[in-house]
């Protein structure tokens, strides 16, 4: 979903990997963390999507439900194994994540997690590297 600077709202959607052309204010993904063969993909568009909306101040932000088996995933002490593992490929792709909220409903446990580019990592080369290389 993205917003435009004349307010108007589109729902995109792309397979994981694609290139994008446009840039975004908004980047919203919800059900989209749990498959762990997905997560190096999602990240790298993410990424991507970031970077062309770095202009505008794009965000990334996530829903994630906490799948954790063994327990009661309503539990805040259960490691979540598939949280770590997108925090894993959020990093090799220089990105960070941050937990915004977490709320308990019911038997499951849902947060809302930023996904920020690591800014030390940024600069304008890396910027006009990536961008460059999708038009090629």
């Known amino acids: 979903v993205t917003t435009a600077g004349d307010d108007a709202t589109r729902d995109d959607s792309w397979p994981y990997?694609?290139?994008v052309d446009d840039a975004y204010d908004w980047v919203l993904g919800s059900d989209v963390t749990y498959s762990?063969?997905?997560f190096a993909a999602l990240c790298w568009t993410i990424k991507r999507l970031l970077l062309r909306g770095v202009a505008k101040g794009?965000?990334?932000?996530?829903?994630?439900q906490h799948r954790v088996s063994g327990k009661h995933q309503s539990e805040p002490e259960i490691v979540d194994l598939r949280l770590t593992g997108l925090a894993a490929a959020a990093k090799a792709e220089g990105l960070v994540l941050q937990t915004l909220r977490t709320e308990v409903e019911g038997t499951r446990r849902i947060s809302i997690i930023e996904v920020k580019l690591?800014?030390?990592?940024?600069?304008?080369m890396t910027v006009v590297k990536v961008?460059?290389?999708e038009v090629s």
């Open 17 to 19: 990997g694609t290139p």
């Open 36 to 38: 762990e063969n997905s």
């Open 58 to 64: 794009c965000r990334a932000v996530l829903a994630h």
């Open 118 to 124: 690591k800014l030390e990592k940024l600069t304008i």
């Open 131 to 133: 961008l460059l290389l």
